[in-house]
């Protein structure tokens, strides 16, 4: 896992064995530092927060990926916890964002991405490339600045 950014509930991160190449668009995830099942489980506070995080990060993403020559045209934001609602500790809440690249070769343009049980399945995935660490340097770095904007200043969000 590479850490790309982190709030006092939040940690934004590129996994090492992403559900969808760097290439095809790439793989962040966002979940809570506390471990809470689904979404339901957030506080009001909480819940701005994941969804300024989600917006703030998508935006980071789609800029620097295509400046790093991914096409990303758009990001799809997935909270699933499927492959989890068997295990013991059960699903926990977590946001993928899943870029879409319109020169993607696997999870194609404009269909449905496609996500076997990676347990059933690990073979599907063994190709597919993490974001690199500039990718990831550079995300963060335009996620700060990001943050100075109007559109996701504190003020903006946690207004009275």
């Known amino acids: 896992m590479s850490i790309i950014y982190q709030t006092n509930k939040f940690i934004v991160e590129a996994p090492e064995k992403p559900h969808v190449d760097r290439n095809d668009g790439g793989h962040i995830k966002i979940y809570p530092k506390e471990r809470l099942a689904d979404r339901q489980a957030l506080f009001s506070k909480e819940a701005i927060e994941l969804m300024r995080l989600t917006m ?11 400046e790093h020559g991914v096409d990303i045209e ?37 269909q449905a991405c496609y996500f076997p049980h ?10 597919f490339e993490p974001l690199t ?16 904007e109007e559109k996701y200043c504190d003020e903006e969000w946690f207004k009275g």
Do not use: C
Not at 118 to 127: A, I, L, T, V
């Open 133 to 148: 660490k500039g990718d990831v340097k550079d995300i963060n770095r335009r996620i700060k600045k990001l943050f100075l």
């Open 74 to 110: 758009r990001i799809n934001y997935q909270d699933n916890g499927n492959w989890s609602v068997f295990k013991p500790e059960g699903p926990y809440l977590h946001i993928h964002l899943y870029g879409r690249a319109k020169s993607a070769k696997v999870h194609k343009y404009g």
């Open 118 to 127: 990676r347990e059933e399945q690990p073979e599907y995935y063994q190709d």
């Open 56 to 66: 703030v990060v998508g935006d980071a993403m789609t800029q620097i990926m295509n």
